[in-house]
């Protein structure tokens, strides 16, 4: 409630933010690099305590949890995968140390991992390096997902785990993302509005505020602040329309099919460049190396489209 919270003193981060949120919403929150997004979800997760202001679980002040039974809340998903240097199912047991073997294959399944892991010499007792470093991008991310499958916390924290991957990982992961938001109260951070359509509520950090953009143009959000936990709630609502990304290349396998269109590299790349929403409808892969890929992004009309190539 009316939460303010600054680094520094007399340089506040954050400032009178409220809002409150049900069981089981999905709460999408958008705004520029530096705007607060992870400082917010820091704040809820008591790395950090408002400066002034309070926030209430379930009508219970979070500085009145034991800080360990509080995390114990949430399972977090973010944009680069914290993995130690040991074997993948230590990796994925870090959400739930007392995780049988069973258990943890089944949360490697849910997250579309457990092929891969399988199909390794060691299986689940491969070394991932320091950080991950034998691991892909799109693996690493899977075991995160893992990981927050297994620890199956009622309040998930999503910050941007698509962001840094191609477009058949992205497919996989947000196909895994729908599972594990299904039931969950869950907050999804995003630099921009468009890629949390389908969210039950969408905030925007603007200048250390949050608002509430309605159709009409933002307003700044005055409900009562709350964040409520629990495992059931309304039926999950689908987190964006689900156009699907063709091929026009026969060697582009037909996983390369993406649901979620707002979420492609290339067309956030493309709306950031514009400073506009896209209106495309599909985006075919014209090409794909190990360096790049190439896509078309197909607008309603011939005019619209858009060619994109993209590179490490």
Request: proline share 6%; with cysteine; aromatic share 6%.
């Amino acid at each position: 409630n009316r939460v303010l919270f600054g680094y520094e003193p007399g340089r506040p981060v954050l400032e009178d933010v409220s809002f409150r949120v049900e069981v089981g919403m999905r709460i999408g929150i958008a705004g520029r690099t530096g705007s607060g997004k992870t400082t917010l979800m820091s704040l809820l997760t008591r790395f950090y305590d408002p400066t002034s202001g309070s926030i209430a679980l379930d009508g219970v002040d979070l500085r009145d949890y034991r800080i360990a039974d509080l995390r114990n809340q949430f399972a977090i998903v973010l944009q680069e995968p914290v993995l130690f240097s040991t074997t993948i199912g230590e990796n994925i047991a870090y959400g739930r140390p007392d995780a049988t073997a069973a258990e943890i294959v089944a949360a490697a399944r849910a997250a579309d991992v457990h092929d891969f892991v399988s199909s390794l010499p060691e299986g689940y007792d491969t070394l991932v390096g320091e950080r991950g470093m034998t691991l892909s991008g799109g693996e690493r991310q899977r075991v995160s997902l893992a990981r927050a499958f297994l620890k199956d916390a009622p309040i998930l924290i999503l910050d941007e785990p698509t962001s840094s991957v191609d477009v058949k990982t992205e497919a996989t992961i947000i196909d895994a993302m729908e599972r594990l938001m299904a039931g969950r109260t869950t907050f999804m951070i995003a630099h921009r509005l468009s890629t949390l359509e389908g969210c039950d509520l969408r905030l925007e950090l603007s200048e250390g505020h949050v608002m509430v953009p309605p159709t009409n143009g933002p307003a700044r959000a005055t409900a009562q602040p709350s964040v409520a936990s629990g495992s059931s709630g309304p039926p999950p609502t689908p987190l964006l329309q689900r156009p699907s990304v063709s091929t026009t290349n026969d060697s582009v396998p037909s996983s390369k099919r993406v649901q979620h269109l707002q979420l492609l590299p290339a067309v956030r790349a493309w709306e950031q460049l514009t400073g506009a929403r896209s209106s495309f409808s599909t985006v075919d892969v014209l090409k794909e190396s190990k360096g790049s890929q190439v896509y078309r992004l197909r607008g309603d009309q011939p005019a619209e489209d858009v060619v994109a190539k993209r590179r490490r």
